[in-house]
């Protein structure tokens, strides 16, 4: 259970720094965008001062077209980092909530629930003790057993506990 939920922190981590990577893209591109624009409208001033006199209008033209330009580039950056960031939002909550199903522990999963001791080291331990041919060992075991014979429990998942079952057995088919 640890380290599923470290997992999942570490994937909330992972998250969270894309996350702000993105959300940093999305400035640095908004900030293109608002030079852009204030480059644009400076060109639409030049642009109209350049229409007083004559010589200049090309040059303004130009500066305006490339005023347009920046824009429409910064424009699409920020279209394609917006998706970015939605995903790792995205990303982000769902790691949250798998972290909150993982930290939750054993009362979210279905399955059995075994007493204190019986852990993968004990049996282990059981194992080897009984290849030595340790008696003593094998012996506490079957005593720990058989005082915990009854608190073996079954852990239902929600989806368990909405399942119908109809204790009757089924309708023999008569025969002839």
Known sequence: ???????????????????????????????????????????????????????????????????????????????????????????????????SRAQSGSTQQTGFQLPDGYTRENYYKLQDALADGNMDVRDAWDNMAGQNYMKFKYVHSAQDKQEAVDPAPPDEPATD
């Open 1 to 99: 259970m640890q380290s599923d939920a470290k997992q999942q922190q570490a994937t909330i981590n992972d998250a969270q720094s894309q996350l702000a990577t993105q959300q940093g893209k999305l400035t640095d591109t908004q900030k293109q965008l608002d030079t852009a624009q204030a480059d644009y409208q400076k060109a639409l001033a030049e642009q109209d001062q350049a229409t007083q006199n004559d010589p200049d209008v090309q040059a303004a033209t130009t500066a305006v077209n490339k005023a347009q330009q920046k824009v429409s580039t910064a424009q699409d950056g920020a279209k394609q980092a917006a998706p970015a960031l939605s995903d790792a939002q995205t990303r982000q909550q769902q790691a949250g909530d798998e972290l």
